[in-house]
Nanobody, 113 residues
Framework: QVQLVESGGGLVQPGGSLRLSCAASGSISGYIMAWYRQAQGKQREIVASISGGSNTAYVDALLKGRFTISRDNAKNMVYLQMNSLKSEDTAVYYC???????WGQGTQVTVSS
């Protein structure tokens, strides 16, 4: 079973940027990959997803223009570039293989001055 490990979270000021990475222990080229986030006291929500060949990417409408999802199948990596961060982006961000109950442990993103 493929395991996922997220990294790249941290504390950033409003307006700043972060790039999250998701490292898979095996090949993910055939899978749709997704990023989710869960803020404290709220339900987990999808942020973005990307097809196996990177030809189709989805970003939540409210985040479009600030967040970009990408992947490198050769490295078994998925990325989430987050720009112009706001306090409401504070959450734990998770990587997931779509269609499978395979989640990473999450990486905390805190946007605060």
């Amino acid at each position: 079973q493929v395991q996922l490990v997220e990294s790249g979270g941290g504390l950033v000021q409003p307006g700043g940027s972060l790039r999250l990475s998701c490292a898979a222990s095996g090949s993910i080229s055939g899978y749709i990959m997704a990023w989710y986030r869960q803020a404290q006291g709220k339900q987990r929500e999808i942020v973005a997803s990307i097809s196996g060949g990177s030809n189709t990417a989805y970003v939540d409408a409210l985040l479009k223009g600030r967040f970009t999802i990408s992947r490198d199948n050769a490295k078994n990596m998925v990325y989430l570039q987050m720009n112009s961060l706001k306090s409401e982006d504070t959450a734990v961000y998770y990587c997931k293989i779509a269609g499978l109950n395979t989640w990473g442990q999450g990486t905390q993103v805190t946007v605060s001055s």
